[in-house]
């Protein structure tokens, strides 16, 4: 896994092997939090 922003952009997260879950692609995952980071002071 890998930082995408703050003071540790571009480290790599050391993880277990084998270990039983699939993290989700950084590329959807930033996508995501791009899309919601608008509403992030919306009240509803």
Excluded: A, W
Excluded at 13 to 26: A, L
Excluded at 30 to 44: A, G, H, Q, R, V
Aim: proline fraction near 7%.
């Amino acid at each position: 896994m890998q930082i995408h922003s703050g003071r540790f952009k571009g480290q790599r997260i050391k993880t277990v092997k084998n270990f039983p879950y699939r993290p989700t692609q950084s590329i959807v995952r930033k996508s995501l939090f791009d899309t919601i980071e608008p509403l992030n002071c919306k009240n509803f």
